[in-house]
């Protein structure tokens, strides 16, 4: 059973959860999410996740290796994002790093921490469709998100997203 959300009672803050990728889109999303946050005196929460598949399969040694790599590329992405928030809209983004799958470890975010309120995707710009992870949640029968997904077109502007944000 899904827990309510608390983003609006006293003492909470709605959050604007952000996924942190390597796609190109990442960065309308993280646009969005911080425009939106800071006017609507909510906050910002960035996950990253770690695909830890074939560190699993490895040899200990190989296998620590290799996921203390993923996790410094993922540190260098998250550090990289919340500068970037920080200068467009003056907010310090709660930093989440997972190992799993993504659509997995995002809802079960969502379901620890009640002040999430809004999960902010951005859809890619080429013709192969929405995004990986766009396609991802909407094709996954394992995950069933309890709160509401704004997705923005990945083509929009600075000015255009301020405008809508």
């Known amino acids: 059973m899904p827990r309510t959300r608390q983003s609006f009672e006293s003492g909470h803050h709605r959050k604007f959860l952000v996924v942190i ?3 190109p889109e990442c960065d ?13 005196g909510g906050k910002l929460v960035m996950l990253a996740c770690i695909f830890t598949g074939e560190a699993n399969r490895q040899w200990l040694g190989v296998g620590e290796l290799m996921r203390a790599e993923a996790r410094d590329e993922v540190e260098k992405r998250l550090d ?35 002040d999430i309120g809004v999960l902010v995707l951005a859809a890619g710009t080429g013709n192969q469709g929405p995004g990986p992870l766009v396609s991802s949640l909407a094709s996954s029968r394992s995950v069933t998100m309890t709160i509401p997904i704004t997705i923005v077109p990945g083509q929009l502007t600075d000015e255009e997203l301020d405008a809508l944000a």
């Open 21 to 23: 990728d390597e796609t």
């Open 80 to 114: 990289h994002f919340a500068a970037r928030a920080r200068h467009l809209a003056g907010i310090d983004a709660e930093r989440v790093i997972r190992e799993g799958n993504m659509a997995e470890e995002i809802q079960k975010l969502i379901e620890e921490d009640s």
């Open 28 to 40: 309308r999303a993280v646009y969005y999410a911080s425009r939106r946050a800071v006017r609507t």
